[in-house]
T-cell receptor, first 114, second 114 residues
């Protein structure tokens, strides 16, 4: 069974600094999709960024970028120039091409220090 | 385009009762998935519907059921409620079942079982 591990339950970063959230996963598949979702205190889960496993190039979305290491099964999220609005729970998720469901990690609570 | 909507946003029930939650996907989206979120278990997949058919089911007892209508709206039902069913229930929609399609989440329904 696929598993997703986020080893950092909590992280904090000074405003305007850079922070990296870690995620590792376990799968025997070669093609799959990885996602980072953000869940602010209001609870709406928002897609931050996605990565296709067949693409070697790391995905970027404005201040958000990933470091995707397929052989190591690692998928970390880097947030540059952190802003107060970035404070949230961040979930790493894996989507299985066989049954399409999302498997989530346990989340990392990110605090932004003004 | 309107996002995923879920009703009601909050529910309080007592043990033994049943409850029905509703989800309206983004216009044009035909796949709807349901997830249960609790502090202890995190985010767990309940089931996924596409074209009115259940395509995948998570590891939940038969008290949890769902359905999808021809307009892609979905409902999930929990019968004989238990205290442990208290959770945030999230609905997500995507265009199709393809693993390449991003799932977009609704705000959730907070169910409290007393």
């Amino acid at each position: 069974a696929q598993t997703v591990t986020q080893s950092q339950p909590e992280m904090s970063v000074q405003e305007a600094e850079t922070v990296t959230l870690s995620c590792t996963y376990d799968t025997s598949e070669s093609d799959y999709y990885l996602f980072w979702y953000k869940q602010p205190p209001s609870r709406q889960m928002i897609l931050v960024i996605r990565q296709e496993a067949y693409k070697q190039q790391n995905a970027t979305e404005n201040r958000f970028s990933v470091n995707f290491q397929k052989a190591a099964k690692s998928f970390s999220l880097k947030i540059s120039d952190s802003q107060l609005g970035d404070a949230a729970m961040y979930f790493c998720a894996y989507r299985n091409p066989l049954n399409e469901k999302l498997t989530f990690g346990t989340g990392t609570r990110l605090t932004i220090i003004p | 385009k309107a996002g995923v909507t879920q009703t009601p946003r909050y529910l309080i029930k007592t043990r033994g009762q049943q409850v029905t939650l509703s989800c309206s996907p983004i216009s044009g989206h035909r796949s709807v998935s349901w997830y249960q979120q609790t502090p202890g278990q995190g985010l767990q997949f309940l089931f996924e519907y596409f074209s009115e058919t259940q395509r995948n089911k998570g590891n939940f007892p038969g008290r949890f059921s769902g359905r999808q209508f021809s307009n892609s709206r979905s409902e999930m039902n929990v019968s004989t409620l238990e205290l442990g069913d208290s959770a945030l229930y999230l609905c997500a929609s995507s265009l199709t079942l393809s693993e390449s399609d991003t799932q977009y989440f609704g705000p959730g329904t907070r169910l409290t079982v007393l």
